[in-house]
């Protein structure tokens, strides 16, 4: 990081920005291709952090995925823009984490339940999670298995 005195080392604030941030933004690569795409996500931080999102079976990202499972994330949260006196001197303050991993399927229907567990309890989800089984069959559930992660914030 170019900005040292930006850089977020407090676990605690980067599990406040993954709790805060409302998508995450997954990077792919393949055959000299890139793809982005928002996300709905969610997550677990014990002895890693694994990030979980849910997907159609098939599709550009799931194709990408199976030739390149190494993928970047971003996610980010807390803006405000800050006004300056003249056009150089306009910023934004924000917070946000921008990390790397290896993505793969859940083949295994209780983590995959988990993992949509997850993603709901994200987007504040109280309720029971009761699952429609032909909708659930259709769903794919992907596990990022975060290997590196680095927070940055202004303000």
């Keep these: 990081m170019r900005k040292k005195d ?19 933004r997954i990077a792919f690569s393949a055959e000299g291709t890139p793809y982005i795409v928002a996300m709905n996500y969610g997550f677990e931080w014990d002895d890693g952090l694994r990030l979980y999102f849910h ?4 599709g550009r990202k799931i194709d990408m995925m199976e030739k390149n499972r190494l993928v970047c994330f971003q996610m980010d ?3 405000e823009l800050v ?20 993505l ?18 994200h987007y504040g989800y109280e309720g029971e999670k009761l699952y429609n089984e032909k909708v659930f069959a259709a769903t794919e559930v992907l596990r ?12």
């Design 104 to 121: 793969k399927r859940v083949e295994d229907e209780k983590e995959k339940k988990k993992g949509l567990g997850l993603i709901m309890n």
């Design 144 to 155: 990022l298995e975060v290997t590196e992660i680095v927070g940055k914030k202004k303000n």
């Design 83 to 102: 006004r300056g006196t003249s056009i150089c001197k306009w910023s934004m303050n924000f917070r946000s984490i921008v990390g790397f991993g290896m």
């Design 55 to 58: 997907c159609a079976k098939e």
């Design 6 to 24: 930006r850089e977020i080392h407090d676990v605690n604030e980067l599990r406040e920005i993954l709790r805060k941030a409302d998508v995450a």
């Design 77 to 79: 949260t807390d803006h």
